[in-house]
């Protein structure tokens, strides 16, 4: 079992920067892929970003593509968001998650994803 933290959040005005970490313990971040998703009020929880195990492989939503990028550092158990170009509609909890899955057209899907971390909230205003 695995332990997921995120940091980073914060308030930003639109087309600021904020980086995400997600923090891992109890077992090796190398045995998962990792995916970011995030939850507006109101709306339903919707896949940002996810990365295979050893960062080969990365998938983005379109709403992100060209200003989100994740990346990994497994020596130091931690998974990153770097977020660029932030909009009003980036507002949300941001949450990482493991997955075992080892097919990456799985990674969009929150079933696929056996631990989560307790979020981070970003909110960009305008």
């Known amino acids: 079992q695995v332990q997921l933290v995120e940091s980073g959040g914060g308030s930003v005005q639109a087309g600021g920067s904020l980086r995400l970490s997600c923090a891992a313990s109890g077992r090796s971040l190398s045995s998962y892929a990792m995916g970011w998703f995030r939850q507006a009020i109101g709306e339903e929880r919707e896949f940002v970003s996810a990365?295979?195990?050893?960062?080969?492989?990365?998938r983005q939503a379109d709403s992100v593509k060209g200003r989100f990028t994740v990346s990994r550092d497994n020596a130091k158990n931690t998974v990153y968001l770097q977020m660029n170009s932030l909009k009003p509609e980036d507002t949300a909890v941001y949450y990482c998650?493991?997955?075992?899955?080892?097919?990456?057209?799985?990674?969009?899907?929150?079933?696929?994803?056996?631990?989560w971390g307790q979020g981070t909230q970003v909110t960009v205003s305008s």
């Open positions: 998650a493991a997955s075992r899955s080892y097919d990456p057209a799985r990674y969009y899907y929150h079933h696929e994803y056996a631990y």
């Open positions: 990365i295979s195990r050893f960062g080969s492989s990365t």
